[in-house]
């Protein structure tokens, strides 16, 4: 599929702002709309897979391999290393159980015996046990007619938040499917599909989406207003409509720096919290001002994220896209 640069600069960024909420709260910062990066990547999530499956049709088992393929290497290897360090003593407040390790390497929500919460033991990792979830969805959506596909899915997401809210379930499993942050998954997959029958607003309306969704979004932070998904989720979609549509009308230069932060993104939301923890406790012993304290630790956590994309991510998606490829070459006669 030809590069979406909007999409790709959008993942840099909401990286880039992940990584300044885990910086802030480690240093005694507030910065909390930084987490709605996380909006932001599961609406771009939906768009992604919606187009992609539009453009090149697959199975949904050859799909769910290729998600995983995509998604798991990365997140196994970091979360190895987390075990490691817990074992080791790195992490004394890290408490971990087989239950709790084996939740964590199989993308299932578990509560951590370590606080609590419904988190892996990477706990950033929590979206990728929502995005398996989406990909499970999407997945079985295939099997359906393509006129009828989103519709589908539309209707399971829908029908998931509602049990939520009438049912409240209290299972880790259940609590986490049935959350209205799923639905920005849909609201991605419906800006796919208009994306694909060129019904994006004109330029002048995306670029005023773009400067609401982030006024927004300031506001939250600036006013203390409640950060939640059905407030964030929205300006997330507003965002994403923005970029597509400035795009779609020739607003949007090519920015080689910006293009690579979006492709190292993923990588960059893994590691960067291994850097962080680091960093911190580092200056923890100095005088050092706390917001030059964050902006080191946002500076350590990126570059380690670039590294790692490096040096991790592009070698393993190399030898996997090639060990796949000879896999599906034919027998010779």
Not at 181 to 197: N, P, S, Y
């Amino acid at each position: 599929m030809k590069t979406l640069y909007g999409i790709q600069y959008l993942r840099g960024f909401a990286a880039l702002a992940v990584v300044l909420f885990h910086a802030a709260d480690r240093t005694d910062n507030h910065f909390v709309i930084g987490a709605a990066g996380v909006d932001v990547f599961f609406v771009i999530s939906g768009f992604i897979m919606w187009t992609m499956s539009e453009r090149r049709p697959v199975t949904p088992l050859r799909f769910l391999l290729d998600r995983l393929q995509r998604i798991a290497p990365s997140y196994w290897i970091v979360t190895a290393i987390m075990i490691a360090g817990a074992f080791a003593g790195l992490f004394p407040s890290m408490k971990l159980t087989v239950g709790h390790i084996l939740g964590s390497l199989f993308f299932i929500p578990v509560r951590s015996p370590s606080n609590g919460s419904i988190w892996p033991v990477l706990v950033q990792g929590w979206t990728l046990n929502f995005e398996m979830f989406f990909y499970v969805v999407f997945a079985a959506m295939l099997l359906l007619p393509r006129r009828i596909q989103l519709a589908g899915m539309a209707a399971v997401f829908l029908a998931f938040v509602v049990a939520g809210i009438l049912f409240h379930p209290q299972s880790s499993l259940l609590l986490t499917y049935t959350q209205p942050i799923i639905l920005e998954f849909v609201a991605g997959a419906i800006l796919g599909r208009l994306w694909l029958l060129g019904k994006t607003p004109g330029a002048g309306l995306g670029l005023a989406l773009v400067v609401v969704a982030l006024l927004g979004f300031a506001a939250i932070q600036l006013f203390g207003l409640e950060f939640n998904e059905l407030n964030c989720g929205p300006l997330a979609v507003a965002l994403v409509l923005g970029m597509v549509s400035l795009e779609r009308n020739g607003k949007l230069p090519e920015i080689p720096l910006l293009t690579y932060l979006g492709n190292s993104s993923y990588s960059i939301y893994l590691w960067h919290t291994l850097a962080i923890s680091v960093v911190s406790k580092l200056v923890a012993s100095t005088q050092m001002p706390s917001d030059v304290a964050t902006f080191i630790c946002v500076i350590a956590g990126t570059l380690l994220g670039i590294c790692a994309y490096e040096a991790v991510e592009k070698p393993l998606r190399n030898l996997l896209r090639n060990v796949s490829w000879q896999r599906s070459r034919p027998s010779p006669a």
